[in-house]
């Protein structure tokens, strides 16, 4: 569609063949338009509304939708998936839809269920205290760490897209960033399922066959009072039973991000706001959360959390 819009301009007046740059700022200008005749509209349907509040839409909705504007196509794309987050939180909070969202955004690796897998990526985003600076572009970027899922990784996808050869038009890509993202969720999903179907549950079926936990025969009075006398120490080994707990949250597809800025812009560099703030290389930040995750994966998360 865009090649189709454009070709006949570039050809007569610059002289020179498209490329991804001319696409993407053709799809720019249009959105900018889009927004300039939405704003337009929305002036024209507040006639009735009173003189004093007038003003105040108009600017409401330029503060919201000039950020929108600014933004790379990159930061866009993560701002969608943050307000489908929110749609879903909000889903959760309303009682009606709470047994339901249970049902489907939660993946229970004994559910039967395989959607869920996707579903369950999209029940929150959690915030990280992460800056970064990422000395490839052309300019230094200091971002928390949702703005790398947003902003490094997408430059990834552009950069590999102009490398093709032979060359490829693509106007967006931000496919390329979404089919990542989920494929990156999906996996961390998938190897959650694994651990539960493969190590805990076998752990919890002989654990619940095993003797402390199978009923002792009570043919005499005084085997009744033994029995009874260990119904504490039972109820204490079941509860110390592991539980298969349910996996959801997007905190895989972003761990993929961050791993894929660690992996392309080696000489970044990643800091805490809060004290020590001292940055450091982005491998070896990536490195720390790896292994401090490993750590309290292996502790069970008793020391660590």
Request: net charge positive; aromatic share 10%; charged share 15%.
């Amino acid at each position: 569609m865009w090649i189709n819009k454009l070709t006949p301009t570039t050809q007569n007046w610059l002289g020179q063949s498209l490329t991804n740059t001319d696409l993407k700022r053709a799809q720019n200008a249009e959105l900018i338009k889009r927004l300039r005749d939405w704003y337009a509209y929305i002036t024209q349907t507040t006639q009735d509304v009173p003189s004093l509040l007038r003003p105040w839409l108009g600017i409401a909705y330029i503060t919201a939708m000039q950020p929108f504007a600014d933004a790379s196509e990159g930061k866009r794309l993560c701002w969608k998936i943050c307000l489908f987050n929110a749609a879903v939180w909000l889903a959760w909070k309303a009682k009606r839809f709470k047994g339901p969202m249970m049902t489907s955004f939660m993946h229970n690796p004994l559910s039967g269920l395989s959607f869920t897998l996707l579903t369950s990526m999209f029940r929150c985003v959690q915030a990280n205290t992460l800056t970064t600076k990422v000395p490839s572009l052309k300019r230094d970027l200091v971002i928390d760490l949702s703005s790398i899922l947003r902003s490094a990784a997408y430059y990834y996808f552009i950069r590999e897209e102009d490398k093709q050869q032979p060359r490829q038009l693509e106007s967006t890509a931000a496919w390329h960033f979404l089919a990542f993202f989920i494929s990156a969720g999906l996996f961390s999903g998938l190897v959650s399922h694994l651990v539960s179907a493969k190590i805990l549950y076998p752990r919890v079926v002989s654990q619940l066959a095993s003797s402390a936990n199978t009923a002792k025969k009570t043919d005499t009075w005084a085997a009744a009072v033994a029995a009874s006398s260990q119904t504490a120490a039972n109820t204490i080994a079941k509860t110390a039973t592991p539980n298969i707990l349910p996996s959801l949250g997007a905190s895989g597809a972003v761990y993929g991000a961050v791993t894929l800025t660690a992996l392309a812009f080696p000489e970044s560099q990643v800091a805490l706001f809060i004290p020590p703030s001292y940055p450091i290389n982005i491998q070896y930040g990536v490195g720390g959360l790896l292994l401090l995750d490993m750590i309290g994966v292996m502790r069970g998360w008793r020391c660590v959390n």
